[in-house]
Structures are given as C-alpha cells and as structure tokens.
C-alpha cells in the first residue's frame, strides 16, 4: 500500500482490504505497532504535521528496499486449512444432506466471489495513475478468478458424488 502512495494506518487497512484483501489479511492491530517500528527504524516518514491515528506515512527509499528485501525472501505459506474439507472428510458422520448444503453454500460463496474479483478488475482498469502496477494486480485477480471458478466447479462434481440416502 505504502509503495504505491502514502496513507494512514486506517487507510493501510482499507486499501489492503480493497486489494490483497483476497489471499492476504493484516488487523489494525497489526498495522499501527508496525508503523511505529518502520517510523523508528526509519524506513517509512510520517507527515510532522498530523498526530495520532491520521498521521499520513510515506515509505522512504531504504524502506523500499527493505520491502524488496521481504518480498525476495518470504518464507512460504502455511498449509491450507479449509473447514469444509474437514466436515466432508468426516462426512459420514455428519450426512450426505448436510454436506450437500455445506457445498451448496461454498458454491454460492464462490460465485460471489467471482463478481466481487469483476468488479475489481474493473476498477482496476479504469483507475488512472497506477498503469505500472495494473499488470500484476489483475494477475492476482485472475488467479482468484480461477480458484473461485475451480471451486463452483468442483463444487457442482462434489454434490452429486454423495450418496443419496441418509
């Protein structure tokens, strides 16, 4: 967020929400503790003029690199946990009917997801000022797209693989 403009703490929050928000979370309680710590270390500047919570931040060049840095070397993801997987691994204890509405309900979830990622790849194209970075931010709106795809998709497999009896 900080490396494309500067903003405030809450600003962080929402444009990480708007944007990464789909594959990546960070709370307010994370946000303000780590301002603070970049501000000492010096790789972001918070405007001299603003106090508390609407102090706008601006990352500094070694801040920059110091992101560069993080992005080369972060480490990889934990494993996956999805609950859904879970209940239908033990699905037999809980019902073909039930598990059927859990897939529904994922299902549907899935399709909003994907007006969600059209909609913000339409307001990723019709943003100006940002054409540098327009490429990769529709590549991880592409990558939702296929996951969600996949996931109505499987979902439509999923469903009629149960048995049909309770």
């Known amino acids: 967020a900080l490396s494309v403009e ?7 929050h929402q444009n990480i929400e708007a944007t990464i ?6 709370s307010f309680g ?7 710590d970049l501000e000492r270390t010096g790789l972001v500047r918070a405007d ?3 106090t508390g919570r609407g102090r706008q931040f601006t990352i500094t060049p070694n801040g920059i690199e110091e992101l560069k840095d993080l992005l080369v070397n972060v ?9 859904l997987l879970l209940q239908l691994f033990f699905g037999r204890l809980l019902g073909p009917a039930w598990c059927r509405e859990r ?3 994922a299902r549907r979830e899935a399709e909003a997801q994907l007006a969600i990622f059209d909609a913000i790849a339409a307001e ?3 943003e100006e000022g940002y054409e540098q970075h327009r490429e990769y931010w529709m590549s991880t709106v592409e990558f939702g797209r296929i996951m969600a795809r996949a996931l109505v998709d499987w ?6 693989s149960l048995p049909t009896e309770e």
């Open 6 to 12: 500067a903003m405030t703490g809450y600003e962080i």
């Open 21 to 26: 928000g789909h594959f990546w979370h960070e």
């Open 30 to 36: 994370q946000i303000y503790p780590v301002l603070k």
């Open 48 to 50: 001299p003029a603003a």
């Open 75 to 83: 480490g990889s993801s934990p494993p996956p946990r999805n609950t």
């Open 103 to 105: 897939i529904a309900e």
């Open 124 to 126: 990723i194209a019709s």
């Open 155 to 160: 979902a439509d497999v999923a469903v009629t």
